[in-house]
């Protein structure tokens, strides 16, 4: 592009023979003392001249940009647009949904479902997925309602997430530590501590090992709650014997 632009300039001093030499394949040389120097020294045709070395950007946006652009399309992001618009109106809202959400495709549509409960727009989220569950493609997933029940336990709608939660169970899947652990909490924030023991009583019978995180948490939030954090003291140690247990004093909570 360089020697193009040379080319067409009207300065005197660049002949065709000139233009020639330019042209030619060039010889960097190099040496260990030079590779930390801003020039480097290049042969062009016989004579040797020194120019200095920039990284020039390309002008396209580089990796996760490029690839957080091609994750959404124009179509999910109008959806995502128009449900947040309409979502102070239960009419206008069905009838969002009806005329443009059922249309999304597959990946479109998970698309929407992902981007609205990193919005946390659970509302909007919950119903996405009432949808999704009615198409032909659909597949009973553990990672969707995964990341559907953690957003409605992290957003305090515990209610829409023990929903989903029998939803999930009623397919026979089980959930991981992670959504056990953010639904306990959830619920020991909720102010329920008898059913934060039932999502562990449930998580006893999953399949995959126990981790000690939802442990953790459950021993944690059951402090005031003396009775119920001793049986699960107890099984943390049989599971984990390798591992201790803080206990607090006594009078901070008045046990006696």
Sequence with gaps: MAIRALARSKLPFFSPSILRVLAKPSKI???????????RRIDWGGSVCEVQSRSFHDGRPRGPLWRGKKLIGKEAIFVILGLKRYKGDEEKLEEFMKSHVSRLLKLD??????????????????????VMQKEDWYKPDVYLYKDLIVT????????????VWESMRNENL???SQTYTEVIRG???????????NIYEDMKKSPDPPEETPFRVLLKGLLPFPLLRNRVKQDFEEMFPERH??????EIFGVQ
Excluded: H
């Design 29 to 39: 040389t190099s040496s260990s003392s030079e590779s930390t120097s801003p020039f």
């Design 109 to 130: 549509m998970i698309a929407v479902l992902s981007e609205l409960e990193r919005q946390q727009e659970v509302f909007l989220a919950l119903k996405i997925f009432k």
């Design 187 to 197: 619920f020991l924030r909720y102010g329920s501590p008898a059913d934060a023991m």
């Design 245 to 250: 247990v803080y206990d607090p004093p006594e």
């Design 152 to 163: 409605l336990a992290r957003n305090q709608k515990m209610e829409e997430a023990m929903q």
């Design 174 to 176: 089980f959930p991981d």
